[in-house]
């Protein structure tokens, strides 16, 4: 049986599977176009090839018949660069404009800015560079038996760094909102909820990264381990993945049921109640890219193709976590709208005022929304005398003191308890509960 010079360069392994393939096939050995299209003889040739040639052999044996077929040679890395870096250039703009807010109105740094700060600095940005510089540079995208050997080792290295980032990210977003939070509801009993909630994230995230950096013994195994011709063990990837995702969404679903909870005791209108609502619901998007990325990691820990198919794994998690970053900038976003637009994005009594003083939490105002007219007296005096005894305090029109009445209107509201304190209540730590 004649081969083409590149089937002649074959293992002898995979030549012996071929040659018995297509001799239980209708196709000739010269008739290429059938043996290309005949997808029962390639089931079987590569079902024989798995089990009798290394790893190594096959993914070359693949290259070349996959070549010689005239099959395309798939890559869907660009697409996934240019939603990376769109991806990173609204993930800059959002907490650059958080930043800028409370720089310009002179607000301070938060707790959750500082945080927010952290993670996109230490986290973020690293993930995005590598994104690019060392997982789609490295195969990611393309099909595995097109990459070089070298690059499959170097890109599940970049792989599993991102895994690392990954799981610290998640949980240093759900500290921004927690403690973004704390500053809008600290009544007791919330605040128990809440600081719970800090601490059963934290362990969470240490957890995971942890096992993220040591799910492989040695280390390295999990760079190596493709080809099965190293020594090593690992912890199921799929159920690291899938309790990571589920235990997130659910801490996600409690986060935001605890503002949703808080928001309908609050004395407010039906129109403010939604508004704030909406506000806090924005963190629903969040949640739902993470359940979104749960279709992805269905097939993530089984499937031999990594280079393909982990690049959905790395979108979804991109997209989440820039969807994570971009809520946790929506307050302070939300103030730039009233800014430019505050007959559409702000209440009646916000229109008026100055963003900086918007900008934040609580307060402890409530009371009706009727204007009441009064009218006042005020008394003021200068003495001319040196007398100080209580007599000439009570009288000073009999002491040489100058005794002045003015009567006046005052027209005023009260206002609704709001969700944004003036600029001094925010610094000094206001609250819902007073």
Same mark, same amino acid.
């Given at each position: ?50 089990? @009798? ?39 800059? +703009? ?19 800015? /500082? ?13 995005? +560079? ?30 599993? @760094? ?10 240093? $977003? ?9 500053? +809008? ?5 919330? %605040? ?14 240490? $957890? ?33 993945? /899938? ?52 279709? +992805? ?14 690049? &959905? ?34 209440? &009646? ?81 206001? %609250?819902?509960?007073?």
């Amino acid at each position: 049986m004649a081969f083409s010079p590149a089937l002649a360069s074959l293992p002898t392994c995979a030549l012996t599977c071929l040659i018995g393939a297509i001799g239980h096939s209708e196709c000739m050995p010269t008739n290429q176009t059938c043996i290309c299209a005949d997808t029962a003889m390639q089931a079987e040739a590569t079902a024989c090839i798995t089990s @009798a040639c290394t790893v190594r052999e096959a993914l070359f044996t693949k290259n070349v018949t996959m070549a010689n077929c005239g099959a395309p040679i798939r890559d869907s890395s660009h697409e996934y660069v240019i939603t990376t870096n769109i991806l990173g250039v609204l993930i800059g +703009v959002f907490v650059a404009q958080r930043l800028a807010f409370k720089l310009y109105y002179k607000l301070g740094f938060a707790i959750d800015d /500082w945080l927010l700060l952290t993670t996109v600095l230490l986290f973020t940005t690293p993930s995005l +560079v590598i994104n690019v510089h060392g997982l789609v540079a490295h195969g990611m995208g393309r099909d595995i038996w097109n990459v070089p050997f070298d690059d499959i080792t170097e890109f599940l290295h970049f792989f599993q @760094a991102m895994a690392i980032l990954y799981f610290a990210q998640i949980a240093m $977003i759900k500290l921004v909102v927690l403690f973004f939070l704390l500053r +809008v509801f600290p009544s007791p009993g919330v %605040r128990k909820l809440l600081w719970g909630t800090v601490v059963f994230n934290v362990l969470l995230g240490v $957890i995971f990264v942890l096992v993220a950096m040591f799910q492989c013994l040695p280390m390295g195994y999990f760079g190596t381990r493709w080809d099965h011709e190293h020594e090593g063990r690992c912890l199921n990837i799929n159920a690291i993945t /899938w309790s990571n995702a589920i235990i997130s969404i659910a801490v996600d679903i409690w986060t935001l049921a605890i503002p949703l909870y808080q928001v309908r005791t609050l004395k407010l209108s039906l129109k403010k109640k939604i508004g704030v609502g909406m506000m806090f619901t924005v963190g629903m998007c969040f949640t739902i890219m993470s359940i979104l990325r749960l279709r +992805v990691l269905v097939s993530f820990g089984s499937n031999t193709n990594v280079t393909w198919h982990f690049i &959905d794994v790395c979108l979804w998690s991109t997209l989440e976590i820039a969807m994570g970053v971009i809520c946790a900038c929506m307050p302070s976003f939300r103030m730039l709208l009233i800014k430019f637009w505050p007959s559409i994005f702000s209440g &009646d009594s916000y229109a008026s005022r100055p963003a900086g003083s918007q900008y934040g939490y609580g307060y402890g105002r409530s009371a009706t929304s009727s204007k009441v007219r009064r009218k006042g007296t005020t008394i003021s005096t200068v003495t001319v005398g040196g007398a100080t005894d209580d007599s000439q305090k009570k009288s000073p029109s009999m002491n040489g003191g100058v005794f002045c009445s003015r009567t006046y209107d005052v027209e005023y509201e009260e206002e609704e308890l709001e969700l944004v304190p003036p600029k001094q209540a925010y610094l000094d730590g206001p %609250r819902l509960d007073q």
